[in-house]
């Protein structure tokens, strides 16, 4: 029998500030569903990463910032 071992995702930490309202809304929700607001914060980073990847709004950004930065 073979195995595969997975390797563990690596984290890396950075600050992050939210707007009050932003920050009450993720305390909320953390609360109501027993999530870490980590997890919330990973799970709609990804998420809308993802939406600009799918998107193509990456490339447009990439082009804009081409010309501009």
């Known amino acids: 029998m073979t ?3 997975n390797p563990q ?3 890396r930490q950075f ?3 939210l707007e009050s ?3 009450d809304a993720l305390d909320r929700y953390s609360a109501a ?3 870490p607001k980590t997890t919330i914060s990973r799970i709609a980073l ?3 990463l ?3 990847e799918n998107s193509g709004a990456r490339a447009i950004i990439q ?3 081409k010309v501009k930065c």
């Open 46 to 48: 990804t998420k809308f």
């Open 33 to 35: 569903t027993n999530i």
């Open 3 to 5: 195995y595969t071992i």
């Open 9 to 11: 995702p690596t984290y």
């Open 63 to 65: 082009k804009v910032c």
């Open 50 to 52: 993802n939406e600009l």
């Open 15 to 17: 600050p992050i500030r």
């Open 21 to 23: 309202a932003l920050a």
